[in-house]
């Protein structure tokens, strides 16, 4: 966790056991990445913003994202958290994964803080088409008086990735970041851990620096490489194995993997 | 939509047919009730606090419930929202009905707003607890210096049951109030809809208002009765069936449900 220094815990989780072999380094998705590709993720997201005492008033919202992974929002006056944006432009919006997990604080989020515009023009056209596309009922209410399109110019970004795994970025590198083309490749992952165990378990001992794993299942994919979460005798542990190159799309996902196993298999046993 | 007054319209959804007897008055939850149920049903909400520019600061939190409703947060005093909190005790806390729906907008949601406390004697221990037992990885990071357990006291309640569903209420009928003890019953939703699809529509002619009803399906249960979307050929409506009395208990869902189908096959039809 390098950005925390907790102090003297209870009751701690047990060690993690350190990989035997060197490791080649895999690149992650960026701070940016991470958040494009949650926004991408889904719709539903919480907003906040201030109310008129200058307190802090949360909401859940639908959004959309235009190309620069702006929020747009369609929101009512007659609701509290449009007055509130009329009244002060100030706001946050936050985002969680939609994938299902057991824990919680593993999922991934990212909050979003900025100030709100009324879009003008191209944008406003852009804004609307947008917000049409990613919310079904948007047509329903879009062109009532009382609702207003506003999107928000994102200036200061954190994520948190699950436990230990967090940092910032700000809004120039959010808006030139793409989301992962895979997202969250939850299909892809069952697959992986119902079928191809013995290939993960290659990738995890020859690639990921457990020679004397026993087992290894995938918690996550990107388009970058696999996370494993990786059994040995010495306990259990972490390990990440890279593509070949970045996957471009969700049909390349398979034959990336492919190759990935086909290398674990190849490599010399350490 | 009693609390709203939106303007003109450009794709309206259809119209709804009216009941075409006289139905008794089914009572509903109150907007308190609805809150306490919300808070019950997850442990999983969207916290606002302020930053220290003042601007309005969202995060995803997990957190537990004091038997008045107090939610009791445990944060990190290196994370923004910690040191929010420290800076600044006001707060609102948004949780979200974690049942699926296809319609974001559909879903009950509600705001909490107050200000925290950090809780001291019986109340910490309380608190302490509750927490442990609502949030399986507390145990992990509870006793790091750096976390803090915080108590919201609510003051205001914002509660949106979906369209044209919504209300405020005060945080002394917030603590007042119980959650509903039957929750959102999804299994009992889903086991009438599948199997007792007869028992339903005999509910929707004799008891609901709709005697041309040629199907209904149930789609909320709570303690006081039914929520139903009825067909008929004059168009799709909504309808309410009331049990005899408040179910107190899980456990006597199924024989209300019972007692309402017997009523309802037992009334003359209009």
Do not use: K
């Not at 109310?51 to 702006?70: E, R």
């Not at 808006?175 to 990738?203: E, F, K, S, T, Y």
Request: glycine share 8%.
């Amino acid at each position: 966790m390098p950005e925390l220094d907790h102090g003297v815990p209870s009751e701690a989780p047990p060690p993690v056991p350190p990989p035997l072999t060197d490791v080649e380094a895999v690149p992650r998705r960026s701070t940016a990445e991470e958040a494009r590709t949650l926004l991408a993720a889904t719709n539903v997201a919480t907003l906040a913003t201030l109310s008129d005492d200058g307190g802090p008033w949360g909401s859940m919202v639908t959004y959309a994202a235009l190309p620069d992974g702006s929020p747009v929002l369609c929101v009512s006056q007659l609701a509290e958290h449009g007055r509130n944006l009329a009244r002060d432009a100030r706001a946050s919006l936050v985002v969680v994964d939609p994938a299902p997990v057991a824990d919680p604080l593993a999922a991934g989020r990212v909050t979003l803080a900025g100030a709100v515009i009324r879009p003008a023009g191209e944008e406003h056209a852009a804004a609307r088409a947008a917000y049409l596309a990613a919310v079904d009922s948007g047509r329903y209410y879009i062109d009532y008086t009382d609702f207003s399109l506003y999107v928000l110019r994102v200036e200061r970004v954190r994520w948190v990735g699950g436990y230990g795994r967090m940092s910032s970025t700000d809004g120039a590198d959010y808006a030139a970041a793409q989301a992962d083309p895979i997202g969250g490749a939850r299909g892809a992952v069952d697959h992986l851990n119902a079928d191809h165990a013995d290939a993960l378990l290659a990738m995890a001992r020859s690639l990921g620096g457990y020679p004397d794993a026993t087992s290894a299942r995938c918690t996550a994919a990107d388009r970058y490489g696999l996370d494993l979460v990786v059994e040995t005798e010495r306990g259990t542990a972490p390990a990440r194995v890279g593509f070949a190159e970045p996957v471009a799309d969700p049909a390349s996902l398979r034959g990336a993997t492919v190759e990935l196993t086909r290398r674990a298999r190849a490599s010399p046993a350490p």
